[in-house]
């Protein structure tokens, strides 16, 4: 037998191999974050270092006030998970928490839940009101501010988002019952609104804090209604014109830092500053709510018709008498 030599090629490159067994985190981005009622939201799932496989799981979060954490309740349709990193939810209605997840393989791996995404809804009918005091959204810095819940239930808890170890008051905060009484400062900005221990929610608050603030309604405002909207600052004096934006729009401007609408109609709705002297106020949402009951056209119009009627009926008559040589005086 003869002797056979081998010829090695090369080494190949290097590369590094790490297998581990920590569960990727998804983050769920949602939107939008502010809605009005009965509107749609969109949820999107997106795991590290994406690759195929991956299937989604969509939750609901439901606070338990007993140890302030959350249970979480799979949506319709995700109990065995979708193809798609996206998922609608239609017709939200109150202000909602969502987490999600990604699991793929048999048996199928998970990774870890989402941060929780809360969604924050102008609910037409809260089961209970959020009431602050000053009434408005944007403070100054050390203002001194109460919130307070309003329903039925005794089990109504302040809650603000992001979290302070939790999402109730942090306890450093005085509390009385189901008011918290803050003193402002850039961490006290945050998202406000009361929860049950069944699920309930009231109305949202973005409370902001600011050197220049827009004075604006907390709640929802109920068309045909005034409202004046005001701009302040902490220190100075207001002396050149403010002016007034609705979605980032020029509406008005005037010295006096006031911006009044006589009868509010659904098209006022929308995002509201004020700036002045290079200075601009924090975005805040007004609200329109529809007013239930009948509505002015229908009854003018029917006003209207009666009156054409009657009117016919006794120009008939006129012409009639008139027909027969005696004449009639309207």
Known sequence: MKNIKYKTTEWSNFINLTVSDNQPKPVLTVSPSWLS????????????????????????????????????????????????????????????????????????????YSELKLVWSADVDPAASLTVSPDRVQHFTSD???????????????????????????????????????????????????????????????????????????????EGDSVT????????????????????????????????????SKSDEGFYKCQFSGQESAQSWMSVTAVSGTSVFPVLLIVGLVCGFILIVLIVLCCYRQSRGKIFFL
């Open 229 to 264: 909207l005001g701009c302040k600052l902490r220190k100075d004096k207001l002396v050149s014109s403010v002016f007034f934006y609705l979605n980032d729009k020029v509406i008005h401007n005037n010295s006096r830092g006031e911006l009044s609408i006589s009868a509010v």
């Open 37 to 112: 009622p009965g509107a749609s939201v969109t949820l999107n799932c997106e795991v590290e270092h994406p690759s195929a496989g991956w299937r989604f799981y969509w939750y609901k979060a439901v606070h338990k006030l007993s140890d302030d954490s959350y249970n979480y309740e799979l949506l319709p349709g995700s109990s065995s998970g979708t193809e798609q990193d996206s998922y609608m939810v239609h017709g939200q209605t109150h202000t909602a928490g969502y987490v999600c997840r990604a699991g793929r393989g048999d048996p199928v791996f998970y990774t870890q």
């Open 144 to 222: 001194s501010v109460s919130l307070s819940c309003e329903g039925n239930s005794t089990e109504w808890r302040v809650r603000r988002f992001p979290e302070d170890r939790s999402l109730s008051c942090p306890s450093k905060w005085r509390m009385t019952g189901s008011t918290c009484k803050i003193s402002t400062s850039q961490s006290s900005a945050a998202v406000y609104w009361c929860e049950s221990g069944s699920g309930e929610f009231s109305n949202s608050v973005n409370i902001t804090v600011h050197n220049i603030i827009l004075v604006s309604p907390v709640r929802p405002v109920a």
